[in-house]
């Protein structure tokens, strides 16, 4: 079963702007991450935040954490065509494996 | 560093066969994940293998197997195929020791069933 829930499902926007995206979980957590994956292709880490953080940056992504909320934001700034992919959050709380949730697909419009 | 490895990339197999699948985790890696994505469900949680041995078990019925061998490499059998276990099966691997959650992910294997 999933954990986490993404939304938007879906997004649109034109190429430049930002695009944010949010992932909500159920219960504790060691860390969040998120992922990219390319239509059909593989999944890509993108980036990890531990549970005692509550915002960390990676190039144009921006993540944060709200632990009291149990909801994570990612954040792509001056988006190119190459961004559109879905993205997942996954959660790692025990026993070797990550929770996902459904993902968000984006598409950047030239 | 080469990169995780699944074979075959496609496959076409008929109700009632069985498929095997196999993982080549990136060199180091003593951990592999196994995971079956389709657009109704999603992400789902196969199995997990570290030293050759199954750690964790996701909700699957017994038809989904895998094993892992001494080198790391890792296989997974579906018998007795239904048209529902048509999805793309991605492998992914892991240190496995001091893990913090960090998946490096193969390109998949797509499996359709007719």
């Known amino acids: 079963s999933q954990q986490g829930e993404e939304d938007p499902q879906a997004l649109s926007i034109q190429e430049g702007e930002n695009a944010t995206m949010n992932c909500s979980y159920k219960?504790?957590?060691?860390?969040l991450q998120w992922y990219r994956q390319n239509s059909g292709r593989g999944l890509v880490h993108l980036i990890l935040?531990?549970?005692n953080e509550r915002e960390k940056h990676s190039g144009r992504l921006r993540v944060t954490l709200d632990t009291s909320k149990k909801s994570s934001s990612l954040l792509i700034t001056a988006s190119r065509a190459a961004d559109t992919a879905s993205y997942f959050c996954?959660?790692?709380?025990?026993?070797?494996?990550?929770?996902w949730g459904a993902g968000t697909k984006l598409i950047i419009k030239p | 560093k080469a990169g995780v490895t699944q074979t075959p990339r496609y496959l076409i197999k008929t109700r009632g066969q069985q498929v095997t699948l196999s993982c080549s985790p990136i060199?180091?890696?003593?951990?592999v994940s196994w995971y079956q994505q389709t657009p109704g469900q999603g992400l789902q949680f196969l199995f997990e293998?570290?030293?050759?041995?199954?750690?964790n078990k996701g909700n699957f019925p017994g038809r989904f197997s895998g094993r892992q061998f001494s080198n790391s490499r890792s296989e997974m059998n579906v018998s007795t195929l239904e048209l529902g276990d048509s999805a793309l099966y991605l492998c992914?691997?892991?240190?496995?020791?001091?893990?913090?959650?960090?998946?490096?992910f193969g390109e998949g294997s797509r499996l359709t069933v007719l």
């Open positions: 992914a691997s892991s240190l496995g020791t001091g893990w913090t959650g960090e998946l490096f």
């Open positions: 060199s180091g890696h003593r951990s």
């Open positions: 293998y570290f030293s050759e041995t199954q750690r």
């Open positions: 219960t504790s957590i060691n860390n």
């Open positions: 935040i531990r549970s």
């Open positions: 996954a959660t790692h709380w025990s026993n070797y494996q990550l929770i």
